[in-house]
Structure formats: C-alpha cells, structure tokens
C-alpha cells in the first residue's frame, strides 16, 4: 500500500516533469529569446579620429554622401558648440572616458608605442558600466596604455579588439622616429595578440573588421543593457580603405575613408533595428579632435581657425549628433555648448551607475543636451590645453573665449600621406566673441574689458589649481 507521503512525492515528481515537458514544448515552438526586463538604455559612442568638422552632413555641404551620419542627425540632434579639452589623440580619449581634464590625469598629447598609459586610479566609463552591469566592448584604438594593467580587458571592457596606439605609430610612417620600429604595431583580440605586426595589408580591413565586430557584439547581447565604444582609427594617417569603397567618392581618398566610415554608421544602427534595441540605444557620434592639416589632401576639413594640436577651434570643437528615441526631439539641431568631459556623468545618471568616489571635472549636461527651458550650463568655464601647456579657457554659455599668449603650430599642406612644414606662430593674450566672431578672428580685449578681466580669472584658479 502506497502511503499518502509517497502519493505526494510522486505527484510532485510527475509536476516537475510535466512542467519541463511544457517547457520543452514552448521552446521548440517558439526560438525568439526571452523579452528583455532591463529597461536601462543601451550606450553606443562612435569616435572618430582626426575627423574635421566638415567632413560629414549635416555639418556641411561634402562632395560626397554621406547618408547615415544624415539619418542620425534626422533621427538625433545635432550639437554645433561641443569641445574637447585637448585636440590630441591620448588626452582626448581619457578626458571622454574618465570625465576628467588632461591637467588631472596627467594624460598629455599622444602616447608613445608601449607605455604604461592611463593610470589605474582613474576610472574608466567602461569600468563604470561594467560595474552597474553592463556588457561593455571596444572596437577599434584604444590609445591609453599599452601594458597589461593598461590595456581595455583590464580597464572595464568584456570584449576587445584593434590597436593601441594610432595606425601611423608603426615603421612605415614616412618621418617616424626611429625607436618606433622597435616596437611594430600590434593587433589585439582582448587578451591575445592576433597580429603581431601591422602591415599594408591589414590597415585595408580596419574599419570593417571592427563594424562586423560590433555587429556582432549587438546581435549577441542586446537582451541586456550594454556598452559599445567604437573607436575607428580612420580617418587618423596612413589612410586606407577597403575594396568595396576605393574610388567610392570621386573625390579621393580621404573622401572614401568618409564614404567608408559612414557605411560603418549605418551597419551599427542597422544592426540595433533589427535587434530591436534602437529605440532605448543612445548613441553619440563625434571626433576625438580636429583635422591634421599638415597632411593636406590627407586631412580634413574645419572652417575653424587652426587644427589638430591647437587650442584654437579648428582643433577643439567637433562634430557631435546624439540620437536617443523619445528623449531628444528628432531632427533638432542645439547651439548649447558642452564638453566631452560631461560624458561620464551625464551617461552615468542616465545609466544608474556610481560616480566615482574621488572628483571629477565633467557635469551632468542632461538638462543641456534635452534642451530643457531655462536650461544652463554648469561649468563657469572650460579649460583648454595642449601637451602639459594650459593655453585658453571659454565660458560656461560658450560666450567668450580667452587664448592666453603662447606658440602655436600653423601646418603647410602636405600630400598624398606625406606631412608638410609646420610653422611657428605667437598669439598675444586674445579675447574672443565666439557668438559673432566663431573664427577667432578679432581680438576684443580692449572693447571688454570686464569679460576679459572674469576670465583671466576663471584662468588664474585653474592654473593654481592644477600647474602648480
């Protein structure tokens, strides 16, 4: 005789097994995964290197098209006062990844081949995300530390590939020092290298290879929140461009290079579509710094004063659509000014994740970004360097810019991949009125005074504050 105990056991037995039978049966019918429960937005930042502010639509009128940066100014906003606080390579990246200027992480100018790079006090927005549970990926130049502490597996980034210095940091550079054919340029796939040496034949691929992986990337994780930075080495020297986009433009090289990375916009935002996550993805889509003019028909293009390595606005104030369904009226276009150094916060707020615990510089810019009524910027200024020298600040409302005297570099147009002359120039202490003067080309010291007087200011509690 059974007992009820042993009734029950087997009724219990036989509901577990009916509920794994019903379960089976439901997959079988039904292979689309489950719905995401996550409702935190996705974060995608595509950043360029060396893209002049002219090189796409909707910033300017291009000899080329350029139709998905188009698409995701109709589908975004689009940001025409947005800084850097330095137009080099290294400097730029940390400032945008750590929400800190260059003067405190103590990042200058473009890393040499094999140093140890970003110390790792400072937080990275990879390290962040990571940490509120985000996947988090990059594609493409890292730029910030090339030892094994430094490098992105180690610095917030589940998934990695691509180089860690910039593509000319290799033998071929045509006026490279020497020492850097010590060290040739290496590709990574996270923790492994997969090509111990860079060659011609490679360069051709970039931009694809780091596309399809964050392709891939998305397709395999869009059931929760994540974090991909897409940071191309084009359209940065040497140039290349694969088969598919070589002659694309008619227009040269350069302009292919564009061609190409603007196909790379559309395959991301393609890819979020029809993963059914481009509605609750934010992207921002902008340049490390301004066009590297002594390369001539290499380099890009900025009706700004000045270029890349330079304080002036031709090296300092990028491109910038951000596109975030629901949030940020489409098709729109903002003239607030704001910094990359606003990034972390901002995106951490609308994240959910901690603010490290030691100070920053950049600001929660929401308010700025949405173009809420009555909003303004926080910052009562924004500092500018080059290498470890302070050269200019701006104003908080982007107003009023002072350039404090110093040596400027002014390039002669080079060609086909080979750099020009660069000449020395000095530049007085300078007031400019960037409302009506954009170009910096009239110094107004002596109209405002009072302006002046703030800034040099706001300039004197930086410098004590950070170059003492």
């Given amino acids: ?41 996705n974060v995608v930042i595509i950043f360029l290197d060396d893209a002049g502010f002219a090189d796409f639509r909707p910033f300017a009128e291009t000899r080329y098209p350029t139709p998905n940066v188009d698409l995701l100014a109709d589908q975004g906003r689009t940001f025409y006062n947005f800084y850097v606080p330095q137009a080099v390579c290294s400097a730029s990246r940390a400032a945008l990844l750590t929400g800190a200027y260059p003067e405190r992480t103590e990042v200058f100018g473009a890393y040499a081949p094999h140093v140890r790079g970003l110390d790792p006090e400072f937080a990275t927005l990879g390290e962040i995300l990571q940490d509120a549970g985000y996947t988090t990926a990059i594609f493409g130049k890292w730029h910030l530390g090339d030892y094994p502490e430094t490098r992105p597996p180690q610095r917030g980034f589940d998934e990695s590939s691509g180089i860690m210095v910039s593509n000319d940091m290799w033998a071929d550079h045509p006026v490279a020092p020497e020492y850097w054919g010590q060290y040739p340029l290496v590709y990574w796939e996270n923790e492994e290298v997969a090509i111990d040496s860079v060659t011609h034949e490679h360069q051709p691929h970039f931009t694809t290879w780091f596309t399809e992986d964050s ?20 359209p940065h020297v040497p140039l290349f461009v ?22 790379s916009v559309g395959e991301v935002m393609n890819a979020l579509k029809e993963n059914g996550v481009a509605d609750n993805t934010i992207i921002i889509f902008t340049s490390d710094n ?9 380099a890009g293009m900025t009706p700004y004063r000045g270029e890349k390595g330079t304080s002036f606005d031709g090296g300092v104030r990028s491109p910038l659509i951000i596109k975030y369904a629901g949030h940020l009226e489409a098709g729109t276009v903002s003239h607030d000014m704001f910094g990359s150094i606003d990034f972390l916060p901002t995106l951490a707020r609308l994240t959910g994740a901690d603010l490290p615990d030691y100070e920053i510089d950049g600001k929660d810019v929401w308010d700025l ?7 303004e910027n926080p910052h009562d200024y924004y500092s500018f360097t080059n290498h470890d020298r302070f050269e200019a600040v ?23 991949g080979i750099p020009g002359p660069q000449l020395q120039k000095r530049i007085e202490t300078s007031l400019f009125d960037m409302v009506h003067d954009p170009y910096e080309k009239v110094n107004v010291i002596d109209v405002y005074p009072e302006v002046a007087e703030q800034l040099l200011q706001f300039a004197d509690e930086h410098r004590e504050k950070f170059f003492q």
């Avoid at 301004?290 to 290499?298: E, I, L, Q, R």
């Avoid at 701006?394 to 404090?404: A, N, Q």
């Fill in 290 to 298: 301004g066009p590297w003019m002594s390369y001539g028909n290499h």
């Fill in 1 to 41: 005789m059974v007992s009820a105990k042993n009734r029950f056991i087997q009724f219990l037995l036989l509901s577990m097994l009916l509920t794994v039978l019903l379960s089976y049966s439901g997959c079988a019918e039904n292979d689309s995964p489950p719905a995401r429960t996550d409702d935190r937005p």
């Fill in 215 to 234: 392709v891939d990337f998305i397709n395999r994780n869009s059931d929760e929140p994540f974090f991909l930075y897409l940071p191309h080495p084009m």
């Fill in 394 to 416: 701006i104003s908080g409302d982007g107003k009023w810019k002072l350039v404090l005297e110093h040596d400027h570099r002014v390039s002669v147009g080079g060609r086909d």
């Fill in 242 to 263: 694969s088969d598919k986009f070589e002659g694309a433009s008619g227009s040269g090289l350069y302009a292919d290079v564009i061609m190409e990375l603007d196909w």
């Fill in 369 to 375: 970004i949405t173009g809420k009524e009555d909003a």
